[in-house]
C-alpha cells in the first residue's frame, strides 16, 4: 500500500505536467480575505512614493508607471497584484508556445523529438534526426521564459515572490538530470505557492523531486551517513531544511536534530523522477526534532508532520521575516520591523499575501533613510533595463547576457541561491559589466533582444528636452552631478540618434540606475 | 621612437625621459618597482594529464596501462624529451625544453588537492575557494591572500607617491569573467571588463571612462564608492593600454591574447603583483593522443604561447614566475575511447628565473596498483596549498592571513622549494 499511495501522492508529477497535484500540499491556494492585520497606508502618496514602491515589488518600473499606480492607488493595485493566480497567468500561452521545453514533463522531455533549435547544429543532417532534448537546450528555454515572464508579466509580484522563494528553495537547474523536473518545480511548486502559504510551499518543495535530486548532486556538502548513501543524502537534505529553509542557522538547532530530522525523512526518496516513500527504508524508533516527539512508528506520515512543525516554528517565522525585511526594505533592517513582520506571519498562519500587506503598509519601508539604498541584483538589473526601455528579449542568447552578469537563473550551484544584499552586487567587476551590457543594449547590439536603439528617448527634441526626460521619466531622481554629466555629454553627441543612444547608455550605468 | 631603442633607453635607466611621451605615470614609481616581483597563475581548466607531461618512460607500467596513449621513450622518434633518467617531457612541450635546461622550469608531480570529488566543477570550485568542503559562498585564495597588499612594507608604502600607483588594482585577470580565485575584497580588474576594450585606438576608452567619470565623480555611498574605484583603477591601468601589444609574436588562440595583455601591463611596471589567465580543452575523454593529436595539440599550444610570452616580456621577465595548474588529473590506465578519466594527482609547470629549475621536484609516483589512489589515478603528494603558499611567501614577500586556507596552515617546512633562495 505504501509505496503506491506515496506514487499517487506525489509522483505523477512526471505524468501531469505542470499541474502538479499532492495530497501532501494542500489545494490551489485561495485568495485571501483581507488580513486584519493590514495598517492603513501612509496618507498623500506622491510619485515618488509610487517609484519606490515600483522599485522593491517589481522587477522595475515601466516608463509612466508611477504614474499608473499612483492614479489608481497603492492599495489598490496591491490588491491586484495578490489576486494574481500562476495557474491563470495570461502570459503561459505565449511563453508555452514559444519555450515548450521549459513546459514539457520528465517523460516528453526524454522522448525523442524533432530536433527542436540548436544554434549550433542549424544546418547539419545528423543533427535534425529526431533525439531526446539535451540539458544545455532546456535550460536555455527555462532561463529565457523565466526572464521574459519577468520582463513583461502584469503579475510582478508574484514573479518577485517566485523569484525570492526559488532563491531561497535554490535548485541548480544546470547539474544532473534536475532539468528534467526544473520547468515544473518551477511552475507547479514555486510559482503555485509564491503567494500562498509558507507551509504548503515547504511541504510541497520536500516532496518534489528537483530539490533531493539537487542536493544529491551537490558535492562538497554531501557526506554519507550512517546508514550509507542513501541516509546519508538524507541527512544533507535535513541539515539543509534547518539550516536554510526554515529556522535557520541560529534556530536553536543541534547536529542531534539534524540527525534525528533525517531519520524522520528516512524512506522518502527520489525514484524515477519523483519522490517516493519505502516503508522498509524507513527508520521505525521514536525520534526527536528540536523538542517535537515523533512516537515510534509513525510511519509515512511523520515527514509532513515534521515539516509543518518546523514552518510553525518561531524561528523559522523569524528567519523568513527578516530575509523578507532584507529583500524588501533594507540590507539591515530593524529588529522592530522583523518583529513586526513575524507578528503578521505568526497570526495569519504563514500566508504571504497578509505578510506582504503588512510590509506595504509598515512606515519603516517608507523611510526616507530606506529608500533608494539597496541595490539591485544582477537580475533586477537586467530585466528592470529591458522593462524601462521597452525590450523584448528574445530567445536566443538572453541567457549570455544573464551569465555574464553573473546570475544566469536556475543556475545557482550552493544551496543559499543568490545573494540579496547589496555588498555581493556592489563591486568593481560587476560594475564593469553592467556598463558594458548598458552601452551595448543602447545600441541595440545585445544578441536576442529586440530593441530599437535610443528608444523611448523622443526622436525629436533639444540636449535640455532629452536630459529632462532621462532624469525625471527614467530615473525619476538623479543627483545634481549626474543631471549635470547628463547635460555635458548629451550636448557633445554628434546627432540625435547618437544623443538618444547615450542617453540610454548613461541611464543604465548611472549610479541612480544601480539602486533600489 | 621605435620600440627596439626605447628598450635600450629602458634597459639604460632613461626610462624618466620617456615618461612624458607615454603617457600620465611617473618615473619614480616605475622605478622602484622594477625589482618587484609578480607571479601569473594560469589554471589549466578540465583536468590536465600529468601522466603525459611527465613521462616514466622506463616504467614497463607506464606503457602496460597505456597501449596507444604511452609516450615512447626519448630515443624513439617523437619520444619523451629526456629530462632526468627515469622521466621525460611530452614533446609538444618541446619550446619549454631551454628553460628546463637553463634550469627556469620545475615541474611538480603528484599536484594537486586532497579531495574525493571528480567532477571538474565542484574541484576548480573548490580549489579556488581554497577550502576541502564548501557548500556555500566563499572568496578566493588569492583575493583572500593579497587583502592586505597595499605596500610590501613600508618603505615602499612612502614611495607610491603618485595617485596611480594609489589605486592600482593588485591582481589583472585577462578575460572577460574574473575567476573565483579572484573574487572578494581585493581590488582586482578583469581586462576583458575594461570599458572599449576592443578599441586599440583607446579613443572609446577614453570617451567612456570620461563619460562615467562624470557619473561617478567622487565617493558617497557603496556604489558611488565602487563605481569610483572602478574607474580609477583604469586610470591607473592607462599607461599599460598605451603600450604596443604584441599579438602577433603568439601562437594564435585565447591564451597567447590572454598572455600578450598580460605581458604588456607587467611592461607597463605599474607594480601589480599578480596576473591570473585560463586556458581550457584538458578534457581528454577519448581519443587524447599520444606524441601527436588532441592532448599533444594543446600542449604545444600551452608552451609555444609561455614561450612567446617569456619573450615578450623583455627586461621584465626576471622577475616573474608563471605557475600553471590545474584541477585534478587523470586516470593511469587509458580508457575504451583511447582516452583517459578524471583522476586524482597532476603535473603543475612552474617558469620563472627565480624558480630552483632543471628539475622534477620530489619523487615521481609508483604505477604499481598497490600504489595507486583508489586503484586508479596517481595519488596527491603535493598539495597545491603548499605551492601557492610558498609562491606567495618565497616569491611575492607576502605574509599570508591567518584564514588563507581554511584548516590549512602552509608552513615552510613542507614547502616544495620552488623558489629560489636570493
Redesign the interface.
Request: no cysteine; aromatic share 6%.
Given at each position: 500500500m505504501t509505496l503506491r499511495v506515496a506514487l499517487l501522492v506525489l509522483g505523477i508529477a512526471s505524468c501531469r505536467g505542470s499541474d502538479v497535484r499532492s495530497e501532501a500540499a494542500s489545494e490551489a491556494p485561495r485568495p485571501a480575505e483581507p488580513a486584519s492585520v493590514a495598517r492603513p497606508l501612509p496618507r498623500d502618496l506622491d510619485v515618488d512614493d509610487a517609484r519606490h514602491l515600483l522599485a522593491r515589488f517589481t522587477f522595475g518600473a515601466r516608463l509612466g508607471e508611477p504614474e499608473r499606480v499612483l492614479a489608481q492607488g497603492i492599495e489598490p493595485w496591491l490588491e491586484e497584484q495578490l489576486r494574481a493566480d500562476a495557474a491563470r497567468d495570461p502570459l503561459s500561452d505565449t511563453l508555452r508556445q514559444r519555450y515548450p521545453l521549459a513546459f514539457a514533463t520528465p517523460r516528453e522531455l526524454l522522448e525523442p523529438r524533432p530536433a527542436h533549435r540548436d544554434p549550433q547544429v542549424m544546418g547539419d543532417p545528423a543533427a535534425a534526426a529526431p533525439r531526446p532534448a539535451e540539458l544545455s537546450e532546456v535550460l536555455f528555454e527555462l532561463q529565457a521564459a523565466i526572464v521574459t515572464r519577468q520582463t513583461r508579466s502584469e503579475h510582478q509580484l508574484l514573479e518577485v515572490m517566485a523569484d525570492f522563494w526559488l532563491n531561497h528553495f535554490n535548485v541548480n537547474a544546470a547539474?544532473g538530470r534536475v532539468y528534467l523536473v526544473a520547468g515544473q518545480y518551477l511552475d507547479g511548486v514555486i510559482r503555485r505557492h509564491a503567494l500562498g502559504t509558507f507551509e504548503d510551499l515547504l511541504v510541497a518543495v520536500a516532496m518534489h523531486p528537483a530539490m533531493r535530486m539537487y542536493l544529491d548532486n551537490?558535492?562538497?556538502?554531501e557526506r554519507p551517513g550512517i546508514g550509507g548513501r542513501a541516509s546519508g543524502m538524507n541527512e544533507n537534505y535535513a541539515r539543509e531544511l534547518l539550516e536554510l529553509h526554515t529556522v535557520g542557522v541560529d534556530g536553536g538547532y543541534s547536529q542531534r536534530d539534524v540527525e534525528e530530522a533525517a531519520r524522520v525523512l528516512s524512506g522518502w526518496r527520489p525514484v524515477d523522477l519523483a519522490v517516493a516513500y519505502s516503508e522498509s527504508l524507513h527508520d521505525p524508533g521514536p525520534k526527536v526534532v528540536m523538542g517535537r516527539h515523533f512516537p515510534a512508528g509513525g510511519g509515512m506520515r511523520e515527514a509532513e508532520e515534521l515539516l509543518r512543525f518546523l514552518a510553525r516554528h518561531p524561528s523559522t517565522v523569524r528567519h523568513l521575516s527578516r530575509k523578507l525585511a532584507v529583500r524588501f526594505v533594507s540590507d539591515h533592517p530593524s529588529e522592530a520591523l522583523v518583529d513586526r513582520i513575524a507578528d503578521a506571519w505568526a497570526r495569519t498562519g504563514g500566508d504571504i499575501r497578509s505578510v506582504l500587506r503588512a510590509i506595504v503598509a509598515d512606515p519603516e519601508l517608507w523611510a526616507e533613510e530606506n529608500r533608494r539604498?539597496k541595490?539591485k541584483t544582477s537580475l533586477e538589473w537586467l530585466v528592470g533595463a529591458f522593462r524601462l526601455l521597452g525590450v523584448e528579449p528574445s530567445d536566443v542568447d538572453v541567457r549570455r547576457v544573464a551569465n555574464?552578469l553573473g546570475q544566469a537563473p536556475y543556475s545557482q550551484?550552493?544551496?543559499?541561491g543568490y545573494?540579496e544584499v547589496?555588498?555581493e552586487w556592489?563591486?568593481?567587476?560587476q560594475?564593469?559589466?553592467r556598463?558594458?551590457v548598458a552601452?551595448q543594449l543602447a545600441r541595440g547590439h545585445t544578441p536576442g533582444v529586440t530593441y530599437a536603439a535610443g528608444d523611448p528617448l523622443p526622436r525629436e527634441g533639444s540636449v535640455e528636452e532629452h536630459v529632462r526626460f532621462v532624469c525625471d521619466r527614467l530615473l525619476g531622481r538623479v543627483s545634481p552631478?549626474?543631471e549635470?554629466?547628463l547635460r555635458?555629454?548629451l550636448a557633445e553627441a554628434p546627432n540625435v540618434e547618437q544623443r538618444r543612444i547615450?542617453a540610454v547608455?548613461?541611464a543604465l550605468?548611472?549610479?541612480e540606475f544601480?539602486?533600489q | 621612437m621605435s620600440a627596439l631603442s626605447r628598450r635600450r633607453l629602458l634597459r639604460l635607466g632613461i626610462g624618466a625621459a620617456l615618461g612624458a611621451r607615454v603617457g600620465p605615470w611617473r618615473a619614480d614609481a616605475r622605478a622602484q618597482d622594477a625589482d618587484a616581483p609578480v607571479l601569473v597563475a594560469i589554471m589549466l581548466r578540465g583536468a590536465l594529464d600529468g601522466l603525459s607531461v611527465l613521462v616514466p618512460h622506463r616504467d614497463p607500467a607506464y606503457a602496460r596501462a597505456r597501449p596507444t596513449l604511452a609516450i615512447p621513450p626519448p630515443a624513439v622518434l617523437q619520444g619523451a624529451l629526456p629530462l632526468t633518467d627515469e622521466l621525460g617531457m611530452h614533446p609538444a612541450l618541446r619550446p619549454l625544453l631551454p628553460a628546463y635546461r637553463e634550469g627556469r622550469l620545475a615541474l611538480v608531480p603528484g599536484f594537486g588537492a586532497p579531495v574525493d570529488t571528480r567532477s571538474h566543477f565542484e574541484a576548480q570550485r573548490l580549489m579556488e575557494l581554497g577550502q576541502l568542503h564548501a557548500d556555500r559562498h566563499g572568496d578566493g585564495f588569492l583575493s583572500r591572500a593579497l587583502s592586505g597588499v597595499g605596500a610590501r612594507d613600508g618603505s615602499s608604502r612612502s614611495r607610491r607617491a603618485t595617485h596611480a600607483s594609489a589605486h592600482l588594482p593588485v591582481a589583472v585577470a585577462a578575460g572577460s569573467h574574473l575567476p573565483l580565485l579572484l573574487r572578494g575584497e581585493a581590488p582586482v580588474l578583469a581586462l576583458g571588463q575594461v570599458i572599449g576594450a576592443g578599441d586599440p585606438t583607446g579613443r572609446e576608452r577614453a570617451s567612456r571612462v570620461g563619460v562615467l567619470s562624470s557619473l561617478y565623480p567622487h565617493g558617497g555611498d557603496l556604489v558611488l564608492d565602487v563605481g569610483r574605484a572602478s574607474l580609477d583603477m583604469l586610470r591607473a591601468l592607462e599607461p599599460a593600454f598605451a603600450l604596443p601589444l604584441r599579438a602577433d609574436a603568439y601562437p594564435p588562440g585565447p591564451l597567447g591574447r590572454s598572455l600578450a595583455e598580460v605581458a604588456r601591463v607587467i611592461r607597463a611596471r605599474l607594480g601589480v603583483p599578480v596576473f591570473y589567465a585560463e586556458v581550457d580543452g584538458w578534457d581528454t575523454h577519448a581519443n587524447q593522443g599520444a606524441s601527436t593529436g588532441l592532448l599533444a595539440y594543446h600542449l604545444d599550444r600551452l608552451a609555444a604561447s609561455l614561450a612567446a610570452f617569456e619573450a615578450d616580456l623583455g627586461e621584465t621577465a626576471p622577475r616573474v614566475v608563471v605557475v600553471c595548474f590545474t584541477e585534478f588529473g587523470r586516470t593511469v590506465r587509458e580508457n575504451g575511447s583511447a582516452g583517459t578519466d578524471h583522476g586524482h594527482g597532476s603535473v603543475a609547470m612552474v617558469l620563472g628565473a627565480r624558480v630552483a629549475g632543471g628539475r622534477v621536484l620530489g619523487s615521481f609516483p609508483s604505477l604499481a596498483a598497490g600504489d595507486l589512489y583508489e586503484a586508479r589515478d596517481l595519488p596527491v603528494t603535493v598539495d597545491y596549498r603548499d605551492v601557492f603558499g610558498e609562491l606567495l611567501v618565497r616569491h611575492l614577500g607576502l605574509a599570508l592571513p591567518p584564514g588563507l586556507f581554511p584548516g590549512f596552515a602552509p608552513a615552510p617546512e613542507r614547502f616544495p622549494g620552488l623558489v629560489r633562495a636570493r
Open positions: 547539474k551537490a558535492s562538497g556538502s539604498t541595490v555574464r550551484r550552493v544551496p543559499t545573494p547589496a555588498t556592489a563591486n568593481g567587476a560594475l564593469s559589466v556598463w558594458q552601452f552631478s549626474t549635470q554629466a555635458d555629454h547615450l547608455a548613461m550605468s548611472s549610479p544601480q539602486r | -
